[in-house]
């Protein structure tokens, strides 16, 4: 069920958070991409191609936006591995460009729901929780003080729906969240 609410997160695009402006299509296609990609194992290849095609082979040239967006390609090729090795292997190289997205842009609400959207289905004893309560709690943070003006409302609204979907809020966080999504994103 929360699968579909990734799904909310393609409609209308951003700018990118650096200030490095993209066509509204191309963000809307990787976004597309990638969330079909999380049930299509056949759709990584084309993700890989969209971002290399944008952007070239230097990860440590992409901006944060798009980087996480290759941190979670490497996340979706774990979670289609058959051989457990693999699996921990493209995870761990996940975590690492996440790490480095998120130092890029800390404050990007995009890069860490993300992450955070894959945490959420990692098994605890993998030893990734601190950075799962991390950004579950900079996520809250930034939606309670309203600093996700780069994202359309629709997209917001989709990452607090999943959010408020998990079972991981305590009362006053769900609180945050319902709050904000009945006085910001009503229609």
């Known amino acids: 069920m929360l699968k579909k609410y990734f799904l909310l997160l393609l409609l209308p695009t951003i700018i990118f958070s650096n200030g490095l402006e993209k066509d509204k299509s ?3 296609n990787l976004r597309n991409t990638y969330y079909n990609a ?3 194992d056949e759709l990584i290849d084309t993700l890989e191609s969209i971002i290399s095609t944008n952007f070239g ?3 440590s040239q ?3 936006l798009i980087l996480a967006y290759q941190a979670g390609t490497e996340a979706l090729k774990s979670k289609h591995a058959f051989w457990p090795f693999v699996k921990m292997s493209k995870l761990n190289d996940s975590m690492d460009l996440f790490r480095v997205a998120v130092s890029k ?3 990007n609400l995009e890069i860490r729901f993300l992450r955070y959207s894959i945490l959420y289905y ?3 004893v993998l030893g990734y929780d601190d950075v799962e309560d ?3 709690a900079k996520i809250i943070e930034l939606i309670r003080e309203g600093n996700y003006t780069n994202l359309e409302n629709s997209i917001t609204k989709g990452i607090i729906e999943f959010m408020l979907r998990t079972d991981q809020l305590s009362e006053v966080e769900s609180k945050i ?3 904000k999504i009945e006085l910001a994103f009503d229609e």
Do not use: M, R
Request: charged residues 45%; proline residues 12%.
């Open 177 to 179: 969240l319902n709050d």
């Open 105 to 107: 842009d800390p404050e």
């Open 57 to 59: 082979e230097d990860e």
């Open 62 to 64: 992409f901006p944060s």
């Open 122 to 124: 990692v098994p605890g």
């Open 38 to 40: 999380v049930e299509d």
């Open 26 to 28: 191309f963000l809307e």
């Open 134 to 136: 991390l950004d579950k």
